[in-house]
C-alpha cells in the first residue's frame, strides 16, 4: 500500500476488486477477504484475521473506521422498534428503523436522503425540505449498523426519510449491493421501495425490470386534495400516476401496494372511498390504511376507530382490498412520516 494513497470515505458499495485498488492491496484474493469481513460487520480492519497483521495495521492506520458514518443515538420503544439517528460524514443526520413484526421478522426501514423535497404536508420529513441526496454508501451503511444490532434483519422498505425516486441511481446501486448473493444476499422480493408517485422513476423502474417490491403512496384518490396535499400531484397528477403503474404492472407482472394514509375529515368518507375503488380498476393491489401518526406541528388529526370502522364497511363493499398497518415506531417517532432531524453533529471523520 501507498502511504500517500487517499483512503475512500467508505469501504461500502464497492466489490472485492474495486476494493483491491481502492486499498492497493497486492494479493487478489485480498479483496474478497475483505469484501467478506465488511459484510459481517466488523469495525476495524485490526478485526480482519486472516489479513497479515502489518497489513491490517497500516490500513487501520489509514482509516480507523470501515463507515463513513456512526450511531449517535439509538431508542427504542414498547413496540420493539428501534429507531437509529445516523451520523454522517458532513455532519448531516438521517435517521432509521429496524422493525418488527409478530412473527419476529425484523426490517430495515431505511432513508434515501436528507430530508425530502416533496413537501407532503401530512409528513414530518417533508417539512425539512431537502438538505441532499444520500450516497450509495450511506445508504448501504445504514443497513450494516442495523445488522450491528439486529443480525437477523432479512428485509428493507424505503420507508425512512426521503423519496427513493428521487435519488433513483445511488438506491438502485445500493440495492443491487445488497441483493448481491455474495454478500448480503437480500432477495429482491424482500426489498421495498415506496415513493410519493413520480412517475419517472417509476417507469425507469419498469424499465429496469428489478423485480423489487413497489409501495405508492396514493394517500387520496381526489385529485383536488392530493394536489393540496401532496405537491407532486402538480407535475403527475393521478391519471398520468395511473398510467404508469398500468405500464408498471404490464413490465414487471407483480401486485403492488397503495399506502393511504388516514387522515381525518379528509380521505374516510363514502367518496373518498369510492374514489380509490375507482383508481384502482385495472390495476392489481393492495391498499394498505395506515392512521396518520401525529406530528404535533403538523394540523392534521389523526381518524378514531368509528371513523376508520365505517371507511373499512365502505371499502369492503366496493371490493377494494386493504391491509391495516398498525404504526409501529411510534413511542420514538420512528414510524412513517414521524422522521424528521434538526440536530447536526461535529464531522463525524474528524
Ligand atoms: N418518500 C417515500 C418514502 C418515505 S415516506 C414515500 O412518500 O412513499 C414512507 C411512508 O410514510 C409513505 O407511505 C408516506 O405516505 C407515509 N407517511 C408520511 N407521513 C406519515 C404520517 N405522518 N403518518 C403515517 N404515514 C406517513
Ligand atoms: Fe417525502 Fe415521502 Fe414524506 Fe412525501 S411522504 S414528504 S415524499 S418522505
Redesign the pocket.
Known amino acids: 500500500m501507498d502511504e500517500t494513497m487517499r483512503m475512500p470515505k467508505s469501504l461500502y458499495g464497492m466489490k472485492p476488486n474495486e476494493l483491491l485498488g481502492a486499498l492497493g492491496l497486492a494479493k487478489s484474493y485480498q479483496g474478497k477477504q475483505v469484501h467478506k469481513w465488511l459484510i459481517r460487520g466488523v469495525a476495524s480492519f485490526d478485526e480482519m484475521t486472516d489479513l497479515p497483521k502489518d497489513l491490517r495495521e497500516r490500513l487501520g492506520a489509514a482509516m480507523p473506521s470501515l463507515t463513513s458514518s456512526r450511531i449517535i443515538d439509538e431508542q427504542t420503544d414498547s413496540s420493539g422498534a428501534t429507531k437509529l439517528a445516523i451520523g454522517l460524514h458532513d455532519g448531516a443526520v438521517v435517521e432509521c428503523v429496524i422493525l418488527t413484526d409478530k412473527e419476529n421478522r425484523k426490517t430495515a426501514c431505511l432513508s434515501s436522503q436528507v430530508g425530502?423535497a416533496?413537501g407532503?404536508t401530512?409528513?414530518?420529513?417533508g417539512t425539512m425540505g431537502l438538505v441532499r441526496n444520500l450516497q450509495a454508501f450511506e445508504i448501504i451503511e445504514q443497513f450494516v449498523h442495523i445488522r450491528r444490532i439486529a443480525p437477523e434483519t432479512t428485509h428493507i422498505v424505503?420507508?425512512?426519510?426521503?423519496?427513493?425516486m428521487a435519488n433513483f441511481s445511488e438506491v438502485i446501486h445500493a440495492i443491487t449491493y445488497l441483493h448481491d448473493p455474495n454478500g448480503y444476499d437480500i432477495g429482491l422480493r424482500k426489498i421495498t421501495i415506496?415513493?410519493?408517485g413520480l412517475v419517472p422513476g417509476i417507469l425507469q423502474l419498469a424499465e429496469l425490470n428489478l423485480p423489487v417490491r413497489l409501495?405508492?403512496?396514493l394517500?387520496t384518490a381526489d385529485d383536488r386534495l392530493r394536489t393540496t396535499i401532496m405537491p407532486v400531484n402538480k407535475a403527475y397528477p393521478l391519471g398520468d400516476l395511473k398510467k404508469a403503474l398500468i405500464r408498471y404492472q404490464h413490465m414487471v407482472g407483480k401486485r403492488f401496494t397503495l399506502?393511504y394514509?388516514m387522515l381525518h375529515d379528509q380521505n374516510t368518507d363514502g367518496k373518498a372511498a369510492k374514489q380509490l375503488a375507482d383508481f384502482i380498476r385495472g390495476l392489481d393491489v393492495v391498499v394498505n390504511l395506515?392512521p396518520?401518526?401525529p406530528?404535533a406541528e403538523?394540523p392534521w388529526e389523526t381518524p378514531g376507530r368509528k371513523e376508520i370502522d365505517a371507511f373499512i364497511r365502505e371499502l369492503d363493499l366496493l371490493g377494494v382490498p386493504y391491509t391495516r398497518r398498525f404504526?409501529r415506531g411510534r413511542g420514538v417517532n420512528g414510524?412513517?412520516?414521524?422522521l424528521a432531524v434538526k440536530q447536526s453533529v461535529g464531522d463525524v471523520n474528524g
Open positions: 425530502c416533496m407532503c401530512f409528513c414530518r420529513t424505503f420507508m425512512g426519510m426521503g423519496e427513493p415506496s415513493t410519493c409501495a405508492v403512496s394517500v399506502e394514509v395506515i396518520w401518526n406530528a403538523l404504526s414510524a412513517c412520516g414521524q
